[in-house]
């Protein structure tokens, strides 16, 4: 709402002239980021008209990708802010009209309305947190904040295998491959907006790096609520030894990252706008040693995936469809925030229609804000043996902690389905345990659940010590579940 993009032609450089001037360290302690140049060129994307921020009273832009209209999921679209911080700040939230309610989640420190339209926060450390608004004027309106850690600028100017792309408008366009003729590294800048969608193949040792944002509203049926797409966010297959780390993505035509057949993978404050396509999930995983860390997850299907079938039109050119020799293995997510903005979808779900075996994940320090049909943790396999999987120290804003359902078998050569060894513990549920829902149903005495354990979790603060004290759903074909103290 406060800047003025005005080019101004100075012996061949445009200077950027707004209400406020960025530097890369505006005050000693908080780095704010340099504005993104003309967002009109931007399909889909703008300056928020619902938000302002400001850090220790410097202003912080704050984008808004576009409502969809008639897309009940993810209709009134998202604004979001991102900065740096090192020291403790002082966070302004001010919003277009009074507040009539809001909510922080998670509460990132201590809060008070000063003013009909104003919040202060302050931030103690970097965090992750969602300011939802209902307003007087304009209904609700959700802000998306991330205060991170600052990053190492990338010595890439002078670097061939590095493309830089600095603050300002960059179109790619679909299905772009940045990799190709020896680049590496993809840095995008703070203040960096680029369209495009990106699909990479066979890569080792590469990377997308920075605090820039990947604008996906162009794309074809990123905005059209029934217009079908071939494609995804970012779609890397078959990579080993790669690392995304830093960037944002908004209004993706699909999944927003898709990992095939990948190997060998770090990422980490990767920011997940959402606000895209009718079923646009978060992470698809397929692959082995992968690591999603300190991220933001905002979907209005399902958030994180690690086996699904339906590849072919939702991760793009040349999927592969649900490979029998694919191993899903060795993945670990963690220190992240889970947003669900539809009712549809949840937010672990280890198999979706896939035969695909999942082997040893674990899944730890998560906060998951939002309840959806399928819950937090989640499975509707047509074969393989789902096992090894540890929950740990998770907080859930909502009941609904696990929806598991097997297969019948429709001839005797059918694959065997599984789920074994499934381990959850200190998990905090914000509701009453009669209230904790969803199900576990086997399919047959092979096709069975077994090995369930739940170690210290609790409803409102009160221990569980057994399955009759939630509202979960069971069949005969449950083995060895056990509430342990």
Known sequence: MRYIYI??????????VSGCVHTEQSKPGVVLYPLPGDLSKVEGLNESAWFDLLVNGENAFVY???EINGNGFSGRGVSFCSFAMTDPVTVELRTASPIKSWTLQPEPGAVRQIADEKLQVTLNKPCKFIFEADLLIGGTHDLIVSAEMPTQKHSSHHDASVLYLEPGIHRMGERWDPFQNGIKTVY?????VVEATIEARGYR????????????DFAAGASVPDQKTDQAGIVLRDCQN????????ISSPGCQLDLDGCAGGEIRNLKLYGAGVEGCDGIHINGQNITVEDCVI??????????????KNKAGLN????????RIENVTIRKSLLWGTGRMGGDLVLSRLSHQSVHHIVVENLHSLSNSEMGFISARPTGGILDDIVIQNCMLDHSGLINIVLPDRLDSDAEICRVADLSME??????????????LSGASDQDNITNITCRNVRANGRIITALSQTAIQTNAFIKNLVFDN
């Open 7 to 16: 080019p101004v032609l100075i012996v061949g450089c445009v200077i950027l």
């Open 64 to 66: 808004h990708g576009r």
């Open 188 to 192: 995008l800048e703070a203040g960096a």
């Open 205 to 216: 040792d590469v990377a997308i790096l920075g605090r820039g944002v990947l604008a996906q």
């Open 242 to 249: 790669f690392r995304i780390e830093g960037i944002g993505i």
């Open 298 to 311: 905002a979907s209005n299907r399902d958030r994180i995936v690690f086996a699904d079938l339906d590849k």
């Open 319 to 326: 999927a592969t469809i649900n490979r029998i020799d694919d």
């Open 426 to 439: 200190n998990i905090t549920l914000n509701c009453d345990a009669s209230d904790i829902g969803n199900q």
